[in-house]
Every structure is written in structure tokens, then in C-alpha cells.
Nanobody
């Protein structure tokens, strides 16, 4: 499985961005696609996940109500609204193992493959 993330950039507080993740490879090799982020000097945090079997979604409390994950065939999107300075981070998409079902925010210990990061900076 290979993943390619894009869509990061500089945005003002309160603004929006949409991140995209293109997933290639066999869909049998993963079950869920998650978004993670890592701010400077902080651990990588799982923020949202979508299960490909039923399109159910999960969110971390830090982004719930502001971010929306969705997918369309081999593309997974993260719509980010009402952005805050504390959302500034490098954002990564990742594929889970085939038997992993997201029931909460994605767990980096269950990641099978990572995409490269895309920088999101929220600043005035």
C-alpha cells in the first residue's frame, strides 16, 4: 500500500483547508485509513479514521465538530474547518492492517503504511 498526502498550506485562524490522500495498492491490504498529525516537539497524534468496510468514521476530541473525513474510491479527504493555531502540524495519512477496525481515534501502533507528511500552518 502506498499513500500520497497533499493539500497543506498556510491559512488564517478560522479558515479551512482540505487535505487529500491518494491510496494505491490492493484494498485487501488495509481496512482503515487514518489521519495523524505531529506538531513540533509533540508525539504523533491520531485525529480521524474511516473504515472502508462501512465508511464509519471516528475523531479525536481535539478535532470533533470541526474536521470531517470522507472517501471516494481510492481518495480519502480531511476537510478542516474553523482552524486554530494549535492545529499547526505536519499531517500524515496512513493505512491500517487488514484486520484493524477504527473504533476510536486511529492508533499509530496499528499503521501498516504511512504517507509522506503535508504541512498545515494556521497563523495570522
Amino acid at each position: 500500500v502506498q499513500l500520497q498526502a497533499s493539500g497543506g498550506g498556510l491559512v488564517q485562524p478560522g479558515g479551512s483547508l482540505r487535505l487529500s490522500c491518494e491510496v494505491s495498492g490492493s484494498s485487501l491490504d488495509y481496512h482503515a485509513i487514518g489521519w495523524f498529525r505531529q506538531a513540533p516537539d509533540k508525539e504523533r497524534e491520531g485525529i480521524s479514521c474511516i473504515n472502508t468496510s462501512d465508511d464509519s468514521t471516528t475523531y479525536a476530541d481535539s478535532v470533533k465538530g470541526r474536521f470531517t473525513i470522507s472517501r471516494d474510491r481510492n481518495m480519502v479527504y480531511l476537510q478542516m474547518n474553523s482552524l486554530r493555531p494549535e492545529d499547526t502540524a505536519v499531517y500524515y495519512c496512513a493505512a491500517s492492517s487488514p484486520d484493524y477496525y477504527c473504533s476510536g481515534p486511529p492508533d499509530r501502533n496499528d499503521v501498516r503504511a504511512w504517507g509522506q507528511g503535508t504541512q498545515v500552518t494556521v497563523s495570522s
